[in-house]
């Protein structure tokens, strides 16, 4: 399985991850659940009304963090704004529930995908392990 793989199927086991980003010096961070392989990218979906949409706006370097039973997984990198419709159908399609709030014409609906990211994969037992995609 590639990394990207990988870090996707360990996101949607666990659930819910959670977004860090940056407002001037000041560390945000809220729990999130999207996450979607598209084309190749790891993409994860918000609102652009969003504060989180506004920091990431105006600094795109962000981290994320999941737990699965005894391991975790970081990534961080940058996300990337595509306004492009293919992966907001892919999204509503894979969570469906998503549809009660969003829509691609609702101008509100974004879809970031990370560029340069590093994910780490670490449990109390093994190595950490670092994978680039
Ligand atoms: C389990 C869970 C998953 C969530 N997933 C998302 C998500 O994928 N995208 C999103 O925009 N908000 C999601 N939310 C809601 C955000 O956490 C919430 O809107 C948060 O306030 C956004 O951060 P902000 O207030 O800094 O903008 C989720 C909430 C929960 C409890």
């Not at 990218?41 to 949409?53: C, D, F, M």
Request: charged residues 25%; negative net charge; contains cysteine.
């Amino acid at each position: 399985m590639e990394a990207i793989e990988r870090v996707c199927q360990f996101l949607e086991e666990a659930q819910t991850y959670y977004l860090a980003t940056v407002e001037r010096d000041q560390p945000r961070v809220r729990p999130f659940g999207t996450a979607l392989l598209y084309n190749g990218r790891l993409y994860i979906e918000t609102g652009r009304v969003k504060p989180v949409s506004h920091q990431i706006a105006a600094n795109p370097k962000v981290e994320i963090c999941a737990c699965k039973g005894g391991e975790w997984l970081r990534v961080a990198g940058e996300l990337v704004d595509d306004p492009s419709r293919g992966p907001m159908e892919a999204m509503l399609e894979k969570m469906p529930s998503l549809k009660a709030m969003y829509s691609p014409e609702d101008g509100n609906m974004q879809m970031l995908y990370f560029k340069d990211a590093t994910a780490t994969f670490s449990s109390f037992t093994k190595a950490p392990e670092t994978v680039r995609f």
